[in-house]
């Protein structure tokens, strides 16, 4: 299995870090973390028992979920690295949003397993951000999606703020 | 407030109920129940506090889950009128998969609010239904989505059986 050791999800701002798909100031959040394999990006994530479609077969929200969180964590790896840093430099990555998720079921997913998101990112502007991401079990590809994502806007920190 | 008398949930079989997002069978899940208005479907939801994308705004990934049980059960309430049947009959319903799912996340979405998804659902084939939803928060529609859903193949409940 993988290892990420330094996850951008590690050093987002102490605001920005409550997301419940990959927030670590969230308690009762996923939790995910995604970082470089190469030139991919990759989170890494075991659903709990209680993510199932039916018995057996993980929930299709949770897979949405997490190419959800892959999608706006691999954004973010990407323009860190344009702006020429990595995580693990101590220097607050910027922080996106998603646009749009759309999701291709391929096939259903077995539970109790780790799964795998491995993410293609490409840029379409400075500010929007495309990732197509594999969700793999084992060796089968699972599920396919996409994630436009762009950098979050001033707006949402100022309702924060009101 | 829409109240929703009788979900298409409340009477899927007791081994088709655990799914996170819908089932009433899974104790920490969202259960989220689908109903008929009129010849549309609506599934009404309050986001947990902990389901944040940051403080004040709701994650994206629970809107992702609302769209994608939002669609199955909704596709499942169209062929079950289909059949000469409404929830409330006491006839067990067809059961749908998601096969592909997909979301424009409109506009960022205030926490602390009911959410309605609204849907409108076609037939594509006998076993193959869609669904396109829009997601009120007030009277904005802050997120749309479409499903396309599949009657539940035998192969889920044999792997469940092994």
Redesign the interface.
Known sequence: MEQIKHAIQDEYGD??A????C?RN????LHFRTGWLGNKTITVFTP?E????????V????I??LI??HGTGSAALALHRKNGYEPGDGKEPPRF?????????VK?T?SGEALKAIGTVEEIHPKRWRVKTDVFCGKEVCAKGTVEAVVMPD???K??KD
Do not use: Q
């Open positions: 605001d920005y409550w997301c419940y798909g927030g969230n308690d009762k959040g709990r209680e993510h199932m479609a039916i018995p057996g077969y929930y299709g929200g949770i949405a979920s959800d969180c949003v998603t646009a749009s998720l759309s999701v291709d079921f259903p077995r707006t949402f920190m309702r924060k």
